[in-house]
Nanobody
């Protein structure tokens, strides 16, 4: 099992920046991809970004491309999501995810493609 704990959410104004962190514990010796999903009120959970174990493969949703940056520090079992130029439509609960032994590809874009989930951290962007 892998436990994921997010931090860094909060209330910001449009145009501001925020950095989310996610620390993994448990079977962290296993190679796994990590990612971020989000869910706005009344909406389905959607893919935001994903990164392979070695950082060689990175994917972003079109809605965040150019504004958000995903990264990871394996020595700290931590991944990050740097969010710049935030918009009110970025308001959502952001979930840290991990996929075990999963090759890079479209499976990472679906909630069913992720094996582990954090409890989420709320990001609210006011206009």
């Amino acid at each position: 099992q892998v436990q994921l704990v997010e931090s860094g959410g909060g209330l910001v104004q449009a145009g501001d920046s925020l950095r989310l962190s996610c620390t993994a514990s448990g079977r962290t010796g296993v190679t796994f991809a990590m990612g971020w999903f989000r869910q706005a009120p009344g909406m389905e959970r959607e893919f935001v970004a994903a990164i392979s174990w070695n950082g060689a493969d990175i994917y972003y949703a079109d809605s965040v491309k150019g504004r958000f940056t995903i990264s990871r520090e394996n020595a700290k079992n931590t991944e990050y999501l740097q969010m710049n130029s935030l918009k009110p439509e970025d308001t959502a609960v952001y979930y840290c995810t991990a996929a075990e032994f999963s090759p890079p590809g479209s499976s990472w874009f679906k909630p069913s493609g992720m094996d582990y989930w954090g409890k989420g951290t709320l990001v609210t962007v006011s206009s």
